[in-house]
């Protein structure tokens, strides 16, 4: 029986269980807590690639079935902080619908007298707004938001069940990270959009054309393209984003910055 949509996504199952199998060994074999914090400070970077798991897959479900869809998506929650639908709701529905209208972007970049936000208010902004934004958005999608509320509850549980296992490592070990990832989220999206020109599809948002970068990230570099196509699988960005990228300013091909 066929298990995966697209076969390329073993690869990002296979990240997110090799992380999560990191995880449980941090919290339950290490045995001093301040160790054990430092393990998953270590770890940090290569957990943050679950981000782009994560938002792959509310744009493209790897399993041909819900039940696993959604059981991967509570492993991707322990290591992103965000449960199943959360990403639908807050980038599917907030974000891509409304990002050349900055003013309606929940990635609220742009101040309301059209002036960029610094990275720190933005990720004010995004950490604090992160939950409110979701829930504006949910009562316009209900049906989305009733499938965020339900499956939160069942994320809610794991977390109270290492909390009750080990609260100190809970938090050090998971709660934390989690914590962390959330404003990751926040600071990639403002690297790739803040301070650009939203007028048209390819001058508002910037790439990185590295090819290890998009080698560990899942070609997350090919941010216009994504935009573009957010149906597109992870796998097949490289190719479209040759197609157009003749037509992307060259400075939004190679880079980041952080203060527009």
Not at 193 to 201: I, K, M, N, S, V
Request: charged share 15%.
């Amino acid at each position: 029986m066929r298990l995966l949509r697209h076969r390329a996504d073993r690869w990002t199952v296979a990240h997110a269980l090799a992380v999560l199998t990191v995880q449980l060994a941090i919290f339950v074999l290490v045995e001093p807590l301040w160790l054990a914090a430092l393990c998953a400070t270590l770890f940090l970077p290569v957990q943050a690639v679950a981000i782009a798991c994560n938002h792959y897959q509310h744009h493209r479900p790897v399993f041909v079935r819900a039940l696993p869809n959604r059981l991967y998506e509570l492993v991707l929650f322990l290591q992103t902080g965000t449960p199943p639908y959360l990403i639908t709701l807050h980038h599917n529905l907030g974000h891509h619908k409304s990002y050349l209208e900055p003013e309606r972007d929940s990635l609220g970049w742009r101040r309301e007298d059209g002036r960029a936000r610094g990275l720190a208010a933005c990720l004010w902004r995004n950490t604090v707004g992160h939950l409110t934004w979701t829930v504006a958005i949910g009562r316009r999608f209900p049906r989305v938001y009733r499938r965020l509320q339900a499956w939160s509850a069942v994320g809610a549980l794991l977390v109270a069940g290492l909390l009750w296992l080990d609260p100190a490592r809970a938090a050090v070990v998971f709660l934390g990270p989690m914590a962390l990832m959330v404003v990751n989220v926040a600071r990639l999206g403002y690297e790739q959009h803040a301070g650009l020109d939203t007028g048209d599809h390819l001058t508002a948002s910037r790439n990185i054309e590295s090819r290890l970068y998009n080698l560990v990230t899942f070609n997350s570099g090919y941010h216009t393209a994504h935009h573009l196509k957010p149906w597109l699988h992870w796998s097949e960005l490289p190719a479209y984003h040759a197609e157009i990228r003749d037509g992307i300013p060259a400075d939004l091909r190679g880079g980041v910055v952080t203060e527009p």
